[in-house]
T-cell receptor
Framework: IAGITQAPTSQILAAGRRMTLRCTQD?????MYWYRQDLGLGLRLIHY???????GKGEVPDGYSVSRANTDDFPLTLASAVPSQTSVYFC????????????FGEGSRLTVL | EDQVTQSPEALRLQEGESSSLNCSYT??????LFWYRQDPGKGPEFLFT???AGEEKEKERLKATLTKKESFLHITAPKPEDSATYLC??????????FGGGTRLMVKP
């Protein structure tokens, strides 16, 4: 049972470079999310998608973009990385509009130098 | 703006020493309060959903309770394997979740 797969697991990136974090789920969930987790700040929502073809902005969307071309994939792109984007990024999904039960990936640790 | 505050930030217990974690919240139209467990280097894992004040949920040594302003996660006779970070989140009328900063629990044998 794979659930949610994120790649890469870890990446060191030079400031100004473009980076895409990949997220794939095999549960056929409609809703998908991207969070960043920083010490002391908890999980903060970056972008979300309630269904394929739609996306929305979360609490901290600046500097990030997403797309949802199909049900399974939800990539997160940093167009021009900055050091403040150093964080652990989690992709999550849930089956229904509101169950509260999010399924998370293992995370992608990104360091921007 | 929805807010979730968890306390304490860290908690050290001896094996068998029961205690409680607190989650205080303000939310526009509570649609549910959720507890997650997160192990180091892993993604959060869902534990409980509580929908209304007075509701309780149990799983092994964990029991979650809910009032109109806060939730408690009670840990009875904890074991070292209960060591993890416990996250609380609230869902609002727009079906969005807001997470607290978490409580890092360490249980020593």
């Amino acid at each position: 049972i794979a659930g949610i797969t994120q790649a890469p697991t870890s990446q060191i990136l030079a400031a100004g470079r473009r980076m895409t974090l990949r997220c794939t789920q095999d549960m056929r969930h409609n809703a998908m999310y991207w969070y960043r987790q920083d010490l002391g700040l908890g999980l903060r929502l970056i972008h979300y998608s309630n269904t394929a073809g739609t996306t929305g902005k979360g609490e901290v969307p600046d500097g990030y973009s997403v797309s949802r071309a199909n049900t399974d994939d939800f990539p997160l792109t940093l167009a021009s990385a900055v050091p403040s984007q150093t964080s652990v990024y989690f992709c999550a999904s849930r089956a229904l509009a509101f169950t509260g039960e999010l399924f998370f990936g293992e995370g992608s640790r990104l360091t921007v130098l | 703006e929805d807010q979730v505050t968890q306390s304490p930030e860290a908690l050290r217990l001896q094996e068998g020493e029961s205690s409680s974690l607190n989650c205080s919240y303000t939310v526009s139209g509570l649609r549910g309060l959720f507890w997650y467990r997160q192990d180091p280097g892993k993604g959060p894992e869902f534990l409980f959903t509580l929908y209304s004040a007075g509701e309780e949920k149990e799983k092994e040594r964990l029991k979650a309770t809910l009032t109109k302003k806060e939730s408690f996660l009670h840990i009875t006779a904890p074991k070292p394997e209960d060591s993890a970070t416990y996250l609380c989140a609230v869902g609002n009328a727009g079906n969005m979740l807001t997470f607290g900063g978490g409580t890092r629990l360490m249980v020593k044998p």
